[in-house]
């Protein structure tokens, strides 16, 4: 089940950045003013949108760094505040209704995690989609949701404490990912 959607009129500033240096990701990220963002163009029409402030808190003030990653679908004005969990049971099921493309999206996962571009991963790996939220939406969204993770905890594991999530919950290990 989908997270509540937010019906709005959204004026996006579009917005490029490579994910192939982790720190260059996290600084331009933390240096970008305060707006709404279109980041990623999906073939389903709809767009990965951040918004920065996102309104995480730390110690009761704002997180200054902090933004939220919304899947925007223009025809319906409205936001979808897509989730960890979300993502994760829906690769669950997409895991019993065939292991070898879940896997195939999870080694894909986990070269957008080192820093590939997810275009590139899709169209080098040939992942397909199945059932559920599309792979396309998976890894464009994942992207952003680890550059949020990169800024919020910049000192610590950052994006590789979800994906190291991922791993564990389907029993992978780095060397069958690469």
Known sequence: ?????????????????????????????NNIPYLLYQVEELATGE????????????????????????????????LWLI???????????????????????????????????????MNRLKIKDTIGIHVETILKTYKWIWGQEDCNYPTKKGRWLSMEGLMERFGLTVEELK
């Open 1 to 29: 089940m989908k997270n509540k959607k937010f019906e709005y009129d959204v004026n996006l500033v579009p917005l490029e950045i490579s994910n192939q240096q982790q720190n260059v990701f996290r600084e331009t990220l």
């Open 47 to 78: 767009m990965i949108v951040i918004n920065k402030p996102g309104g995480k808190r730390n110690f009761g003030r704002l997180s200054r760094n902090d933004f939220m990653v919304f899947i925007y679908n223009p025809a319906e004005h409205c």
């Open 83 to 121: 989730s960890h969990k979300e993502i994760s049971d829906d690769i669950e099921s997409k895991y019993k209704n065939n292991p070898k493309q879940t896997k195939l999206l999870l080694k894909g996962l986990y070269h957008v995690c080192c820093g590939e571009e997810p275009d590139e991963v």
